[in-house]
């Protein structure tokens, strides 16, 4: 008798119609067969092979280059179920609509069967999925990116407790190009792009859109973040999950370099991008990094930014619409060096400046997560680690402070909702647009945010111990538009002071946005920076804050009657603790 997977599997091939079905069982045998395929397809190639074993480049269509969020649909029965920050679809119209797309999309291709375990192998709070896709590239992704293949259906059994995800290139055509998700179901379909974010459906499309949604059904949390363990001195770990649109530093900061290692204090990496949490018997929140691998931005990331993940590039590495150099080596803008003469594009073109940038701007690393220098001995642990403090981040020029402490769960949720970061001429052309990113999940909750911030309050009840909240701003600027503060391995001083005041130490001063850190707060030796500088990075101006309420105000309006009445409260009183500043 047919399985449960096996089932999906032959109604997945009668729509799209291939001419074989292959199951992957996730060998490095089958990844080098998969990579074969890409080279006969002529649009990947072998990089070199004494500077960068086993790494190939990738380059994709032209039009299929970064996540297309104004094609992707969460179809739930009513549209108010979705929400307004989320483009809908009825899910009977989006299965005649994208159904005819995916109708013999396979024909002459080989479907591709990828099982695959979210999380680690026997860890209680990972999930199975199976993608069926018509792409070698995605099989190759996927098995960098998630435990793939035998494993997965060892775990799985003949039990029907899987996410199912159909993938096909179709035939790359912008305006026939679709990634729907189906709740109710645990369904998720994605035709006509190759790109990571779209055909890698254990990546947003799994483990936060639909895993967001079981999430809330069962009382646990999906989030966009990061996961990082802080050793102090004496060696204990303190973990923490940290939020932040992009553009903001994530993979940096999870990667990070310690300013302050000559004092003890060292950062481990447990996940770069999304963290699944589960209440634990000890009264913590304990968090898994879904992910096997970082699918991370190339241009920008250099020695000087993240020399952790630079270490871990030149092996078993896939790289997508990067530079290639005569020498066959990867080469991307923000490496740390000139681009040498004879660079091939990311399109294949020979380079000269006249044509833009060598490598895309949302050129791609796709990387086993062991490989990093930084990678945490608990990163696989399967009863995950246990978090002590969530921070929430966006690029700001002038409101919010270097940092600032929630005063408590509700205020801190309220934090994450009304996060904003202003945009940077990379991501659309126009600099310093403040875009609101709630807890920088807005283009991956799987249902109405509104109801998304009721489960964090609900969650807050429910947690023994639960994380404090923080805000931090890395990109404060100063009167003369510079940069107050260095970034990068110095971030280490402010993740010092969460530690600190998570352990009921730390000095700090109360304003009406939460707790930041006092004139001595922060340890500063060996940092050069003014005195003026610091007050800069840590005033709260209420003038500032006014445009501030007022457009966060406007944004959560936006959910009428179904917001949370505890959010709108927070806002009042927000307002009501600013009111009182100004008139003392």
């Given at each position: 008798?047919?399985t ?20 992957c ?28 074993p ?9 039009n ?16 108010d ?20 797309l ?46 793939m ?34 709740p ?18 254990g ?16 009382g ?36 990070m ?13 447990v ?9 634990s ?24 930014t ?7 590039l ?12 005569p ?24 380079w ?11 050129a791609?690393?796709?990387v ?20 002590s ?67 964090w ?22 009167a ?11 971030n ?6 969460i ?19 006092a ?41 009428g ?10 806002h ?11 008139t003392?």
């Amino acid at each position: 008798m047919a399985t449960p997977l096996e089932t999906w599997v032959d109604q997945a091939a009668k729509l799209t119609k291939p001419d074989r079905v292959v199951y992957c069982d996730g060998s490095e045998a089958e990844y080098q067969r998969m990579i074969a395929e890409m080279l006969r397809q002529g649009d990947s190639f072998t990089l070199n092979e004494k500077t960068f074993p086993n790494c190939h480049l990738h380059r994709s269509s032209p039009n299929d280059v970064a996540r297309t969020e104004h094609l992707t649909f969460i179809c739930s029965p009513e549209k108010d179920e979705a929400g307004p920050t989320n483009n809908w679809m009825d899910p009977n119209a989006a299965k005649h609509k994208v159904g005819a797309l995916l109708d013999g999309a396979m024909r002459g291709r080989t479907m591709y069967v990828v099982p695959y375990v979210m999380g680690p192998v026997s860890s209680p709070i990972s999930k199975v999925g199976v993608e069926v896709t018509d792409s070698p590239y995605v099989v190759a992704s996927m098995r960098i990116m998630s435990r793939m293949g035998k494993v997965a259906m060892d775990r799985l059994g003949a039990s029907n407790e899987f996410v199912p995800g159909l993938h096909s290139l179709g035939d790359l055509d912008p305006t026939r190009r679709y990634i729907v998700h189906f709740p109710q179901e645990k369904l998720i379909w994605s035709v006509g792009s190759g790109y990571g974010g779209n055909a890698l459906l254990g990546k947003k499309c799994f483990a936060l859109r639909i895993a967001s949604v079981m999430a809330r059904e069962q009382g646990w949390m999906a989030e966009h973040m990061l996961i990082l363990g802080l050793e102090s001195p004496g060696g204990k770990v303190t973990y923490m999950g940290a939020a932040f649109p992009s553009a903001c530093g994530k993979t940096n900061l999870a990667m990070m370099v310690s300013a302050l290692e000559n004092q003890g204090y060292r950062v481990w990496t447990v996940g770069d991008d999304i963290a699944w949490m589960k209440i634990s018997e000890d009264g913590y929140l304990h968090a898994i990094n879904p992910e096997a691998g970082f699918f991370g931005v190339a241009p920008g990331t250099g020695m000087k930014t993240n020399q952790n993940v630079m270490g871990a590039l030149h092996k078993n590495t896939l790289f997508t619409n990067v530079a290639m150099t005569p020498e066959r080596e990867p080469w991307w803008e923000g490496i740390g060096s000139d681009a040498p003469a004879g660079l091939t594009n990311w399109k294949g073109e020979a380079w000269d400046p006249s044509k833009g940038t060598a490598a895309h701007p949302n050129a791609r690393y796709t990387v086993p997560a062991r490989q990093s220098p930084s990678i945490s001995p608990k990163w696989e642990a399967p009863e995950g680690v246990p978090i002590s403090a969530f921070i929430f981040g966006g690029r700001r020029a002038r409101v919010a402070p270097l940092v600032y402490e929630s005063f408590d769960w509700q205020h801190g949720a309220f934090v994450g909702a009304s996060m904003a970061s202003e945009t940077t001429a990379a991501a659309t052309g126009d600099l310093g647009i403040t875009r609101r990113d709630p807890m920088a999940m807005l283009p991956f909750c799987g249902y109405n945010m509104a109801d998304y911030f009721g489960h964090w309050l609900e969650m807050g009840k429910k947690i023994p111990k639960p994380p404090k909240i923080f805000h931090v701003n890395w990109f404060r600027r100063g009167a003369d538009g510079k940069f107050l503060w260095p970034g990068y391995g110095e971030n280490v001083r402010v993740l010092k002071w969460i530690l600190e005041r998570v352990e009921g130490r730390g000095a700090a001063q109360e304003t009406p946005i939460g707790y930041v850190p006092a004139k001595n707060g922060l340890t500063l030796d060996g940092m050069k920076i003014a005195n003026e500088a610091l007050s800069e990075l840590l005033r709260v101006n209420p003038e500032d804050w006014d445009a501030e309420m007022e457009e966060s105000r406007q944004f959560l309006a936006k959910f009428g009657a179904r917001l949370p009445r505890k959010i709108g409260e927070e806002h009042e009183k927000l307002a009501r603790r600013f009111q009182r500043v100004v008139t003392a």
